[in-house]
Nanobody, 121 residues
Framework: VQLQASGGGLVQAGNSLTLSCAPSARTYSSNVMAWFRQPPHREREFVAAIRWGTGRTYYADSVTGRFTISRSSAENTMTLQMNSLKREDTADYFC???????????????WGKGTQVTVSS
């Protein structure tokens, strides 16, 4: 399965940006899809995840209340709505898919290429 992420760009602090991820094959209800990010010179970190079947969502503390993850089963796409962006949100953002929920990147088998998000002050 290939994952295609899109929607990154340059945005001023306080503004919003939406990222999308489209798997190349059907996403099963047992799958979990997630967003991770890797800031410059730092390790990849968990941002948010969603269980494809139930729609249950999970968030890192740093983005709770500002980011919203969602999925469309009909369109087979996942979206990350990012509001009230901060400079510390600057990173390469990756979408990933696993067969069970985890916040650890190593548990995700399928990855898309990163899309860069830069938040300026």
């Amino acid at each position: 399965v290939q994952l295609q992420a899109s929607g990154g760009g340059l945005v001023q602090a306080g503004n919003s940006l939406t990222l999308s991820c489209a798997p190349s094959a059907r996403t099963y209800s047992s799958n979990v899809m997630a967003w991770f990010r890797q800031p410059p010179h730092r390790e990849r970190e968990f941002v948010a995840a969603i269980r494809w079947g139930t729609g249950r969502t999970y968030y890192a503390d740093s983005v709770t209340g500002r980011f919203t993850i969602s999925r469309s089963s009909a369109e087979n796409t996942m979206t990350l709505q990012m509001n009230s962006l901060k400079r510390e949100d600057t990173a390469d953002y990756f979408c990933a898919m696993a067969t069970s929920y985890s916040t650890h990147p190593s548990e995700y088998r399928w990855w898309g290429k990163g899309t860069q998000v830069t938040v300026s002050s």
